[in-house]
């Protein structure tokens, strides 16, 4: 998530480069022995179903219990009951906080109909999906939050069915702070299963019998890359890359925080790309030290450092024109603005995930669930052309129409003479058929 050189050229204001990384972004879905890895699993669990399943599971998962991967709900109950009650609350809080968010944007999201001709009249309807998989990652870290923004949200768009599949990766079972996050945000089906084989299993209905229609969530470079492939026989919802994250940071920021935010989705991964464009030359100078002495005293070191050290970069801008070209540029996942009027930012800036305003909000804040916003977002440039996981993504958009008798003449005239044109009798004949009808009487 750094500028090329192409970028650097459609840059009208004035910038320099303090840091960036001294190669190309690569994108997560390009390392051909994921791809191939990847289209075997895939295939075989196509053609053999749950036998290949289960091989992939005992080998990847270390799954030994045969081909039954539910966890049945008193187990769920026996493997959170020791969770702290302080983690409990927080988990009810970010999945009540999400859903509430959810509801909200479909709420403003309304059916109509009008009349476009005399005589002609079009609507459209909102009609969730049938049927979502959603693939909650316990990976290196749990991502509690994942299970809101899928489970959660698809509820709150009226998905009639949802199953789920998390890995055995704890001691051999679910992570009960998973499954604790996943039953909060409304998970009925939930199914002990990992990686590729879980999103296999899902898209081909080889877990509760219901082909998905949708397939979503998080995970590692294979899970996105089976995401990719199942495209199109499923639904999904963002081809992710690493999380990303940017700050557009003036001289009344302070460095500590701006450091301290950068580290925070550095964490995720050794490739997580960290950028801050400032209009402040000592801001900048000020992050850089920041960064290096916070990272001292931080746990995950070793990943943040990894990632701050290859990935990182910084950019001073000579306005706050100049910034909002660049960030719009590099279209980050989430993008947060340290700023004396970030509303300025809010007005004019087109390209990003999620935007955090002030020094009160943090891309920490949206991806443990507590502000409501959902953390399933465009990497790799993708906020150019798309946005994040939302209510809508589990709603189709379906249009209707109806015409009366007295409409036929102003549409099928007009069909009759394109067709002819293009050269399609088919179409041709079938908006004549209808003008015959009326002159026939």
């Known amino acids: 998530m750094h500028l090329t050189l192409a970028d650097k050229n459609r ?24 791809i191939a890895k990847v289209s075997t699993m895939l295939s075989e669990i196509e053609q053999q179903g749950l036998p290949a399943v289960r091989r992939y599971a005992e080998k ?3 799954w030994s219990g ?48 009008d009349e476009v001709i005399p005589g002609v009249v079009c609507g459209q309807k909102y009609v969730p999906v049938s049927n979502v998989g959603a693939y909650l990652p316990a990976g290196r870290f749990p991502l509690l939050a994942s299970a809101f923004m899928t489970i959660g949200v698809a509820r709150a768009a009226g998905v009639p069915n949802v199953v789920s599949a998390t890995p055995p990766s704890h001691q051999g079972t679910a992570h009960p702070a998973v499954l604790y996050a996943a039953r909060a945000s409304g998970a009925e089906r939930i199914f002990a299963l990992g990686g590729v084989q879980a999103l296999a299993a899902m898209a081909f209905g080889l877990l509760d019998g219901v082909a998905a229609d949708m397939i979503v969530g998080a995970g590692n470079a294979y899970v996105a890359e089976a995401k990719r492939q199942l495209y199109g026989l499923v639904g999904i919802d963002v081809l992710a890359g690493p999380s990303e994250v ?15 935010d950068l580290l925070a989705q550095a964490e995720h991964g050794p490739s997580s790309p960290a950028c801050l464009v400032t209009t402040s030359a000592s801001l900048a100078a000020a992050v850089e030290i920041e960064i290096a002495r916070l990272l001292e005293g931080l746990a995950t070191r070793d990943i943040a450092g990894a990632a701050w050290r290859d990935w990182g970069s910084i950019y001073v801008a000579d306005s706050a024109k100049t910034a909002i070209e660049i960030m719009d540029l590099l279209a980050p996942e989430h993008l947060e603005i340290l700023a004396i009027d970030p509303d300025f930012y809010l007005d004019n800036l087109h390209n990003y995930g999620s935007l955090f305003l002030g020094e009160w909000s943090t ?16 990497t790799a440039r993708g906020a150019r052309y798309t946005a994040g996981l939302s209510v809508t993504g589990y ?42 009808l009326i002159a026939s009487e």
């Open 11 to 34: 840059v009208s204001g004035t910038f320099s480069v303090v840091r960036e990384p001294d190669r190309p972004d690569v994108a997560a879905q390009s390392d051909p022995a994921v």
């Open 60 to 62: 990847l998962d270390g």
């Open 66 to 113: 045969g081909d039954d991967f539910e966890i049945p709900a008193d187990q769920v109950e026996t493997l959170t009951s020791g969770l702290p009650q302080d983690l409990r609350d927080a988990l009810d809080a970010g999945a009540e906080r999400t859903r509430r968010f959810a509801s909200l944007q479909r709420a403003h999201l309304t059916d109509f109909e």
């Open 246 to 260: 940017a700050v557009i940071a003036d001289e009344t920021a302070s460095a500590t925080m701006v450091a301290a």
């Open 363 to 378: 891309v920490a804040y949206a991806d443990k669930g507590m502000s409501g916003t959902n953390h399933v977002l465009p």
């Open 395 to 436: 709603l189709k958009q379906l249009t209707y129409q109806k015409a009366t008798r007295a409409a036929t003449t102003a549409q099928a005239g007009p069909v009759v003479t394109i067709a002819d044109f293009e050269g399609m009798p088919g179409h041709r004949d079938s908006a004549q058929l209808r003008l015959d």
